[in-house]
T-cell receptor
Framework: DGGITQSPKYLFRKEGQNVTLSCEQN?????MYWYRQDPGQGLRLIYY???????QKGDIAEGYSVSREKKESFPLTVTSAQKNPTAFYLC??????????FGEGSRLTVL | RKEVEQDPGPFNVPEGATVAFNCTYS??????FFWYRQDCRKEPKLLMS???SGNEDGRFTAQLNRASQYISLLIRDSKLSDSATYLC???????????????FGRGTSLIVHP
């Protein structure tokens, strides 16, 4: 079955550590997105990629980095420069103008 | 001003009630429109697409008014299982052009009680 796989589902990080969240899709979608959701809030765009080897900053890119070396994969690194990284991270893919399809999310907690 | 605005609620209604959610968007170049449902600590899932002609799926009816840049969702005969957060989603043209960015409202919380 086609879908998006995010891992890990839960992650704990000490302050000052970088962590990488994985996002893999087998839907053959060109565009992929990373969003952050805080409790009681909507989804805010971190980074997006329209094609391989290209990506653009979203509204809250500071402290994050991404790569898009393969169509199927769009990993997100949360760096130590992100001052408040505890959140629910959601990866999505789409072939516009169709609807976005989400992975199950990764919940990051900073200890 | 946020690009997609929703009343956060919560809407607290009895079973069997009819409830309506509204959403406005600011970018007239927006291309496609959706309602998503999000359960607590889960990912958002597509509820239905929204068209200018209106569309219905069982107890759910969605409507788009492009002139007013307004989207609505109507839920009839509410069930306990309808309790969730409902997100309005608009595909907005990317600044670089060539693609669209799904842009979310902050969601409207619905609580259906017995």
């Amino acid at each position: 079955d086609g879908g998006i796989t995010q891992s890990p589902k839960y992650l704990f990080r000490k302050e000052g550590q970088n962590v990488t969240l994985s996002c893999e899709q087998n839907l053959n979608h060109d565009a992929m997105y990373w969003y952050r959701q805080d409790p009681g809030q909507g989804l805010r765009l971190i980074y997006y990629s329209q094609i391989v080897n290209d990506f653009q900053k979203g509204d809250i890119a500071e402290g994050y980095s991404v790569s898009r070396e393969k169509k199927e994969s769009f990993p997100l690194t949360v760096t130590s420069a992100q001052k408040n990284p505890t959140a629910f991270y959601l990866c999505a893919s789409i072939n516009p103008p169709l609807y976005p399809f989400f992975g199950e999310g990764s919940r990051l907690t900073v200890l | 001003r946020k690009e997609v605005e929703q009343d956060p609620g919560p809407f607290n209604v009895p079973e069997g009630a009819t409830v309506a959610f509204n959403c406005t968007y600011s970018n007239s170049a927006s291309q496609s429109f959706f309602w998503y449902r999000q359960d607590c600590r889960k990912e958002p899932k597509l509820l239905m697409s929204v068209y200018s002609s209106g569309n219905e799926d069982g107890r759910f009816t969605a409507q788009l008014n492009r002139a007013s840049q307004y989207i609505s969702l109507l839920i009839r005969d509410s069930k306990l299982s309808d309790s969730a957060t409902y997100l309005c989603v608009v595909n907005i043209l990317a600044p670089s052009g060539g693609s669209y960015i799904p842009t979310f409202g902050r969601g409207t919380s619905l609580i259906v009680h017995p």
